[in-house]
C-alpha cells in the first residue's frame, strides 16, 4: 500500500516561497510507471492539478501558476518536493501530494496524501 505524508510549514507570508515535503513509503518513487503529483484546493474552489514528476526526472507543469512551481524528487529520501514562489493570499489552499499509477499509458490509479494547510496572510 503505497502511502504518502506531506509537511509544510502551515502559515507562510505574501511574496515568500512555499516549500512543502511529501514522503513517500510502500513504493519507490524510482518505478516507472508512476507520476508524483502536487494538486491543491483553495477553500470552497475546485481540486487544482500544480505538476508532476516521472520518475526519469521530467517535469509538467499547469501554465496558469505562471512558473511560480518547481518539482523535483530525492531518490535516496523516497522523497519529492514543491516549491512555490511569489506566494499571494489566493495561494491559500490545502495542499495534496498525489500518485497516478499509468499502465500502457491509462492511469490506472493514485494514492492521496492526507493533505496539508498552507494559509498565505502577513
Known amino acids: 500500500q503505497v502511502q504518502l505524508q506531506e509537511s509544510g510549514p502551515g502559515l507562510v507570508k505574501p511574496s515568500q516561497t512555499l516549500s512543502l515535503t511529501c514522503i513517500v513509503s510502500g513504493a519507490t518513487i524510482r518505478t516507472s510507471a508512476y507520476y508524483w503529483t502536487w494538486i491543491r484546493q483553495p477553500p470552497g474552489k475546485a481540486l487544482e492539478w500544480m505538476g508532476a514528476i516521472h520518475y526519469s526526472g521530467n517535469t509538467y507543469y499547469s501554465p496558469s501558476l505562471n512558473g511560480r512551481t518547481s518539482i523535483s524528487r530525492d531518490n535516496a529520501k523516497n522523497t519529492v518536493y514543491l516549491q512555490m514562489n511569489s506566494l499571494q493570499p489566493e495561494d491559500t489552499a490545502v495542499y495534496y501530494c498525489?500518485?497516478?499509477?499509468?499502465?500502457?499509458?491509462?492511469?490506472?490509479?493514485?494514492?492521496w496524501g492526507q493533505g496539508t494547510q498552507v494559509t498565505v496572510s502577513s
Open positions: 498525489k500518485v497516478v499509477v499509468v499502465r500502457l499509458g491509462r492511469p490506472t490509479r493514485d494514492y
